[in-house]
């Protein structure tokens, strides 16, 4: 009896599997046909199984017609008949059910399968649209940085030149003479220190910025480095102050020290107008006093509040309208303090000025 019904149960799960091969079902790309074609075939199997719960409804009555007119000698063989009949019907129902759930499984996972992909697809045209968005952004950065860097460059070489031609043309007399290399001297120092910080930036890059430790007074340095800008102060009629007393020993590169504090200064007399002031000074900080914060303040324009959080980047001053510099010195001094390691910070107000602050940690001992 079971032989007999095998065509017919693979003809009825071709027909409540809508009659489409599991390869053909895994290859739906549109969720809203994957969802219609659930439908369809639930829809199938509905009627299929009404259908045969309909036959076996009708194979019962006709059988118990059967049984009245034979009467009750034939009660034991039909009842294990029926017994029969029942686990074939078990059987059959267990194997639709399981070639319905390898059939939903496969379906699921050809989905997956293929959302999966589509994801990776889309993920990885993102990622290559954003790299080529940002290979675009460095090769313009790029080139207009050396366009500053040239033009940079060229008005202290210029100056240089047509100093010395001046030396050279015209018989002056000792001051004279005294002035124009003191303007040779200014211009010859602005392009080592651009030179300076373009190797620096490239030292930061690729991590080969080195500091050489060792104890230094923070008083006494503030105060060579104020002394070495009061000639520039002074030709801008801005008072340059020092108040170096009560600053403390710190363990340091004294040169890259050096380094940010000339940034620091430089560009307060930048910014700062005629009759101006600028101030240097240093203190004690921290819990416990492990720090000392050395800070520069200006009664220059004041910063803009939403340029505060990008002037330590690098080439901040890429296409700004007021661009003084190439936006290089506030990012080399926030590596150099960052590396000792401090921290550096700037507080400032629109038309009232600004004020540069970074702190270095006291050692008791060279690292």
Known sequence: ????????????????????????????????????????????????????????????????????????????????????????????????????????????????????????????????????????????????????VSHDLRNPLNHIFMAAQNLLEVPGDAQEVKAIASSINRSAGEMLRLIQDLLDIERIAIGKLVLHYEKHDVGEIIREVVGDFRRDSASKQITLTAKAEGCHEVVCDRSRVVQVLSNLIGNAIKFTPAKGQICVSCARTGPEGEEVQVSVSDTGAGIAPEKIGSIFERFSQINSQDRRGIGLGLYIAKMMVEEHPGRIWVESKLGEGSTFHFTLPVRPDPI
Request: hydrophobic letters at 25%.
């Open 1 to 148: 009896m079971a032989s007999g019904k095998e065509p017919s149960e693979k003809s009825e799960r071709e027909k409540t599997d809508g009659g489409i091969p599991a390869g053909e079902r895994l290859s739906g790309s549109d969720s809203a046909s994957e969802h219609q074609a659930d439908v369809n075939r639930d829809a199938e199997r509905v009627v299929a199984d009404k259908a045969k719960r309909k036959s076996r409804s009708d194979s019962d009555a006709s059988r118990d017609l059967g049984r009245a007119d034979a009467g009750r000698s034939g009660a034991e063989r039909q009842a294990e008949g029926d017994e029969r009949l029942r686990v074939e019907r078990e059987t059959s129902d267990e194997a639709i059910d399981a070639e319905r759930f390898r059939t939903d499984a496969a379906t699921a996972m050809g989905r997956t399968h293929h959302h999966s992909s589509a994801r990776s697809s889309a993920d990885l045209l993102s990622q290559e649209q954003e790299s080529h968005r940002q290979t675009q952004t460095a090769l313009t950065t790029r080139e207009e940085f050396l366009a500053i």
